[in-house]
């Protein structure tokens, strides 16, 4: 969905916990959704992804929950490390995969 | 070997100066963007060229104007810039499903 000019979301979480980052998608038609992991200084890098004729997929460490109905989408973070700091974002992608829209992000901030 | 690279890294800049970026890719993607990120991290597609031809150009002023010489380039030219085009710009690309290779990212300040 579309910015709405509020501050970045954060989440601070305890290493070795488990982190569950939201996201709340805008378009019904939107068929594919992809997690996106930025490092401060750096592009954003692919996590994990998910077709809409499914509601959940795992990755090492990570899983991808869909659910349609309410056009929510979450990401799980298993056992989460320092390294895992970093702003989340979700993508949708409808109109044959080309037309991409960003969620506002989740910064995730690991406490040692 | 980079996959997608940017240049400059850094840009500053003065208000109505022309400024451009380049951006290569050495994947065979055949579909390249150009995205805008603000200072709250809102990332924003700007421009989408498939196979040398612009397929989405998202409200973007004319000021800004994308070239694609070849399907492994896409460069982006700003005329007039203005202190509101303060942004990290990123290039992308993509091949079929529409997984999305960035590049490192240009930090545009304009003075």
């Known amino acids: 969905g579309e910015s709405v000019g509020l501050h970045l979301p954060t989440l601070s979480v305890q290493e070795g916990d488990n982190s569950i980052i939201n996201c709340a998608y805008s378009?019904?038609?939107?068929?594919?959704f992809i997690w996106y992991k930025q490092e401060s200084g750096k592009g954003p890098q692919f996590i994990i992804d998910i077709r809409s004729n499914m509601d959940k997929r795992q990755g090492q460490r990570v899983t991808v929950l869909l659910n349609k109905t309410v056009k929510h989408l979450s990401l799980q973070i298993a056992a989460t490390q320092p390294g895992d700091s970093a702003v989340y974002f979700c993508?949708?992608?409808?109109?044959?995969?080309?037309?991409?829209?960003f969620g506002t992000g989740t910064k995730l901030q690991v406490i040692p | 070997d980079t996959a997608v690279s940017q240049t400059p890294k850094y840009l500053v800049t003065q208000m109505g100066n022309d400024k451009s970026i380049k951006c290569e890719q050495n994947l065979g993607h055949d579909t390249m963007y150009w995205y805008k990120q603000d200072s709250k991290k809102f990332l924003k597609i700007m421009f989408s060229y498939n196979n040398k031809e612009l397929i989405i150009n998202e409200t973007v002023p004319n000021r800004f104007s994308p070239k694609s010489p070849d399907k492994a380039h896409l460069n982006l030219h700003i005329n007039s810039l203005e202190l509101g085009d303060s942004a990290v710009y990123f290039c992308?690309?993509?091949?079929?499903?529409?997984?999305?290779?960035f590049g490192p990212g240009t930090r545009l300040t304009v003075t």
């Open positions: 993508a949708e992608l409808s109109g044959g995969y080309q037309k991409v829209t």
């Open positions: 378009n019904s038609a939107s068929d594919y």
């Open positions: 992308a690309s993509s091949q079929g499903q529409a997984l999305h290779r």
